[in-house]
Antibody
Framework: QLQLQESGPGLVKPSETLSLTCAVSGGSISSSNYYWGWIRQPPGKGLEWIGSIYYSGNTYYNPSLKSRGTISVDTSKNQFSLKLRSVTAADTAVFYC??????????????????WGQGTLVTVSS | SYELTQPPSVSVSPRQTASITCSGDRLGDKYACWYQQKPGQSPVLVIYQDTKRPSGIPERFSGSNSGNTATLTISGTQAMDEADYYCQAWDSSTVVFGGGTKLTVL
């Protein structure tokens, strides 16, 4: 059974960089057709996609983050990571890592997250 | 940027049918999926590729997508189905989530 586990500091100061890692077990991060993504959820609010990465290093990001985010992958450790720069209180959220299936069907893209980590709360505060 | 719109809340009586909509420009030309999230838990995929159910998801969950609207239908709604539901689609190399719908089983 595939499992994902987020780790990283629970408290980050404003203007600093938030860093999280997602360890994948029970499967290889190098499997074809899967992207690995980060999603966040501010307290009491909805889900927001941050970005996704393929094992080759190909990435997609949410344009609303204005290039503050960087996702990287380490296939030797079977994990991927998120760095979010210049954080403010508005970045306080539960951060989830997840596996996504991505496949073209007819002329459209099937894209969904089928395995999720338990989530980790990151608070931005001085 | 592409947007998906959901009603903030939907109420249903036990054993009745609940329908949650997700609207977006020409959404029917894309593939939609749905997640269920209960308080304090991670989201769970309940419908993908418009109509397909992952293994372990009860048959009472079904989906459709046509025109500008995708719909999640829960037949014979149970108290355990009370949760937040999110739709999601892929557009122009980005993942888009709807704002979420709180389903209350009265």
């Amino acid at each position: 059974q595939l499992q994902l586990q987020e780790s990283g500091p629970g408290l980050v100061k404003p203007s600093e960089t938030l860093s999280l890692t997602c360890a994948v077990s029970g499967g290889s991060i190098s499997s074809s057709n899967y992207y690995w993504g980060w999603i966040r959820q501010p307290p009491g609010k909805g889900l927001e996609w941050i970005g996704s990465i393929y094992y080759s290093g190909n990435t997609y990001y949410n344009p609303s983050l204005k290039s503050r985010g960087t996702i990287s992958v380490d296939t030797s450790k079977n994990q991927f990571s998120l760095k979010l720069r210049s954080v403010t209180a508005a970045d306080t959220a539960v951060f989830y890592c997840a596996r996504s299936t991505s496949v073209g069907v007819n002329t459209a893209m099937v894209y969904y997250f089928d395995y999720w980590g338990q989530g980790t709360l990151v608070t931005v505060s001085s | 940027s592409y947007e998906l719109t959901q009603p903030p809340s939907v109420s249903v009586s036990p054993r009745q049918t609940a329908s949650i909509t997700c609207s977006g420009d020409r959404l029917g030309d894309k593939y939609a999926c749905w997640y269920q999230q209960k308080p304090g838990q991670s989201p769970v995929l309940v419908i993908y590729q418009d109509t397909k159910r992952p293994s372990g998801i009860p048959e009472r969950f079904s989906g459709s997508n046509s025109g500008n609207t995708a719909t999640l239908t829960i037949s014979g709604t149970q108290a355990m189905d009370e949760a937040d539901y999110y739709c999601q689609a892929w557009d122009s190399s980005t993942v888009v989530f709807g704002g979420g719908t709180k389903l209350t089983v009265l």
